[in-house]
């Protein structure tokens, strides 16, 4: 039974992301693995429109000011999609791309996020164990 399970076709979804990149000439079965020393490869299932995150950014305040740094193949490309009419600025093209990548990428993020809430905890009994070692109330000092 479980050597048919793992010669089981895959099904559903995966399924059609299997057959999608077979299309286009990508063996996911080979993908699985990768070279000594080569970063691991991660497959990502991206929506081929972006209009609705357009629209989703288009409703959302965007009050938050960050300053970034392109190249200018980058800038070109900023550029470009101002050009189409689907965003108003550069800004606006940049921070579609960096909410989109932050969507691709929240796995890790939020990895990185559970991290930090440890650190946060550890500090916090850290600064209560000094307390008590050094005999002082945690507002002085």
């Given at each position: 039974m479980a050597d048919q399970q793992k010669t089981k076709k895959p099904s559903g979804l995966?399924?059609?992301?299997?057959?999608?990149?077979?299309?286009?000439?990508?063996?996911?079965?080979?993908?699985?693995?990768?070279?000594?020393?080569?970063?691991?490869?991660k497959v990502v299932c991206v929506p081929s429109s972006l209009w609705a995150s357009v629209e989703e950014m288009g409703?959302?305040?965007?009050?938050?000011?960050?300053?970034?740094?392109?190249?200018?193949?980058?800038a070109r490309t900023l550029d470009a999609w101002v050009e189409t009419g689907a965003v108003k600025s550069r800004s606006e093209a940049a921070a579609l791309f960096i909410r989109e990548g932050l969507k691709v990428r929240s796995r890790e993020l939020q990895d990185l996020e559970d991290a930090l809430t440890d650190v946060e905890l550890a500090k916090t009994k850290l600064r209560e164990k000094a307390s008590q070692v050094l005999g002082t109330d945690e507002g002085e000092g």
């Open positions: 995966w399924q059609l992301i299997k057959d999608q990149l077979e299309s286009q000439g990508f063996d996911p079965e080979s993908m699985c693995c990768t070279p000594e020393g080569a970063a691991p490869l409703r959302a305040a965007r009050d938050q000011v960050v300053m970034v740094r392109v190249d200018a193949e980058t």
